[in-house]
């Protein structure tokens, strides 16, 4: 059983900085893809960044230049450092683990994931 825990979320004015946590499972950050999902209620899910075991990344477009994901697989966390926040940043951010692929989620609608965490909450006001 994959436990996932995020952690880092808040309240920031445009332009800020937030960096997000996620405390896995043991084992889990360095066998498994993961990747930081985000959700407006009454919006689609969105991927926004993903990181696969061999630390290879990919992004939306939304973010790219502006988020950065990483790992520490010895502390077994993930990261998502999120720079220039925009208010349209505004969402619950999850965390998401999958012994598969998943590079794509961050273009593709509906990516599944095996395992998710119950989300942070990011409030990025004007």
């Known amino acids: 059983q994959v436990q996932l825990v995020e952690s880092g979320g808040g309240s920031v004015q445009a332009g800020g900085s937030l960096r997000l946590s996620c405390a896995a499972s043991?084992?889990?950050?360095?066998?498994?893809?993961m990747a930081w999902f985000r959700q407006v209620p009454g919006k689609e899910r969105e991927g926004v960044a993903a990181?696969?075991?061999?630390?290879?990344?990919s992004y939306a477009d939304s973010v790219k230049g502006r988020f950065t994901i990483s790992k520490d697989n010895a502390k077994n966390t993930l990261y998502l450092q999120m720079n220039s926040l925009r208010p349209e940043d505004t969402a619950n951010y999850y965390c998401?683990?999958?012994?598969?692929?998943?590079?794509?989620?961050?273009?593709?609608?509906?990516?599944?994931?095996?395992?998710w965490g119950k989300g942070t909450l990011v409030a990025i006001s004007s």
């Open positions: 998401a683990a999958d012994p598969d692929p998943c590079l794509d989620a961050t273009s593709e609608i509906y990516f599944g994931m095996d395992w």
């Open positions: 043991v084992h889990t950050v360095s066998r498994y893809c």
């Open positions: 990181i696969e075991t061999d630390g290879s990344t």
